[in-house]
């Protein structure tokens, strides 16, 4: 089975800090790794994605994840935060195969931008 | 290019009344469809899924049924609503095909308080 731990339900930066973003998966066969954000009562919207290659991902906003196989992690980070980052977001996590192929979803992690 | 709709955006139902909410997919055939119910500090839990028409699986028992009548149409259905179905209820697709490595889509959402 698969699953998905995003630490943090709460994290606060200032306008202009790093953004990091944890999350940590299991999974006993090569996994999909995804971020996707939420804005107040919106959908959600896909940041960025791993699938296979590079473990470093870019994603839309200037957000980044990089896949470390060691630590079964995929953090999200943005060099420099600004205010419209404001939002939930959600780590997940998926395999190769599977005529259902379901994204089983982290708790998310709501991010505070201070001014 | 493809785009997914879902509605009500908000409802607001009395308990014990029924319950009937709508996705459609529209350019694209024979998608995966899925529904969620985002519950607050809960993440998102998968309620159904459905890899063709008539095709439903269950991930928790409760409540709630869904129905596809349609290739591109997913419906949650309750007869008799409880307070503990209130929620954020997201429906999502993905293209059959190596969907892992595209991930979901999702609707905008639709807010229900059962009261």
């Known amino acids: 089975a698969q699953s998905v731990t995003q630490l943090g339900s709460h994290v606060s930066v200032s306008e202009g800090a790093l953004v990091l973003l944890r999350c940590n998966y299991s999974?006993?066969?090569?996994?999909?790794l995804f971020w996707y954000v939420q804005y107040p009562n919106q959908g959600l919207q896909l940041l960025l994605k791993?699938?296979?290659?590079?473990?470093l991902v870019k994603g839309i906003n200037g957000f980044e994840a990089e896949f470390k196989k060691s630590e079964t992690s995929f953090h999200l980070t943005k060099p420099s935060a600004h205010m419209s980052d404001a939002a939930e977001y959600f780590c997940?996590?998926?395999?190769?195969?599977?005529?259902?192929?379901?994204?089983?979803f982290g708790t998310g992690t709501l991010l505070a931008v201070q001014p | 290019s493809q785009t997914i709709h879902q509605w009500p955006a908000t409802l607001v139902q009395p308990v014990g009344s029924p319950l009937s909410l709508e996705c459609t997919v529209e350019?694209?055939?024979?998608?995966?469809l899925y529904w969620y119910r985002q519950a607050a500090g809960r993440g998102l839990q998968l309620l159904f899924y459905?890899?063709?028409?008539?095709?439903i699986s269950s991930e928790v028992p409760q409540n709630l049924s869904a129905s596809r009548p349609q290739d591109r149409q997913f419906i949650l259905s309750s007869k008799k609503l409880l307070l503990s179905d209130s929620g954020f209820y997201l429906c999502?697709?993905?293209?059959?095909?190596?969907?892992?490595?595209?991930?979901?889509?999702f609707g905008s959402g639709t807010r229900l308080t059962v009261v």
């Open positions: 999502a697709w993905t293209q059959g095909a190596r969907a892992e490595a595209i991930g979901y889509t």
């Open positions: 999974s006993s066969v090569p996994p999909y």
């Open positions: 791993y699938t296979t290659g590079a473990t």
């Open positions: 997940a996590v998926t395999h190769y195969g599977g005529a259902t192929n379901k994204l089983i």
């Open positions: 350019g694209t055939s024979n998608p995966n």
């Open positions: 459905s890899v063709g028409i008539g095709q």
